[in-house]
């Protein structure tokens, strides 16, 4: 289902509020109290990487910004940690889109996988200037998590995109 290079299939636009709501919903996955498991990854960072690959101009580093302040506001940590994450997560992100998508899922998520290391150790980074505790390795095991789940967030977050305009009887798809 996954639409490539090598794809006959055409998407549909993304409708707006659709990419509100996911990120939405990400931001409550991030608050849920399981968030704070080492292996829990950002789900937050996660969908702001996969809409600034996919939809480049749709989601910018403004809105990974606000969302970065959302998160560091709810996670009552430094004010700018996550902020400063997110927004050098979506400027890669969006930086490497075409290169990205040129790749199937398996790639794509290999691709992923240093953007989502780097907004761990930028708030490692960040936390450690601050004079907190290193929290270990498993700290690191969120990206490697999350990185396993790109192929499904991808499938599940172009499902409505796959929809056809117009239902046709005749039309099997």
Do not use: K
């Not at 996954?2 to 659709?18: A, G, N």
């Not at 997560?89 to 790749?103: E, H, K, N, P, Q």
């Not at 953007?115 to 708030?123: K, N, Y």
């Amino acid at each position: 289902m996954q639409t490539s290079y090598s794809s006959s299939r055409i998407l549909l636009p993304v409708w707006p509020p659709f990419i509100g709501l996911t990120l939405l919903v990400a931001l409550l996955l991030n608050l849920l109290p399981t968030a704070a498991w080492p292996a829990m990854p950002d789900w937050l960072v996660l969908t702001l990487v996969f809409w600034s690959v996919r939809e480049t101009r749709r989601v910018g580093m403004g809105l990974a910004f606000l969302s970065g302040l959302a998160m560091d506001v709810a996670d009552a940590s430094l004010l700018g940690q996550h902020a400063l994450a997110y927004v050098l997560a979506v400027y890669g992100g969006s930086a490497l889109s075409r290169r990205i998508l040129w790749f199937p899922l398996g790639q794509q998520a290999l691709h992923v996988f240093p953007l989502l290391l780097l907004v761990q150790l930028v708030q490692l980074a960040v936390r450690t200037l601050a004079g907190a505790d290193s929290p270990g390795i498993a700290y690191l095991l969120g990206p490697c998590l999350a990185t396993l789940l790109w192929p499904l967030l991808t499938y599940l977050l172009l499902l409505p995109q796959h929809q056809p305009v117009d239902h046709d009887a005749n039309r099997p798809l």
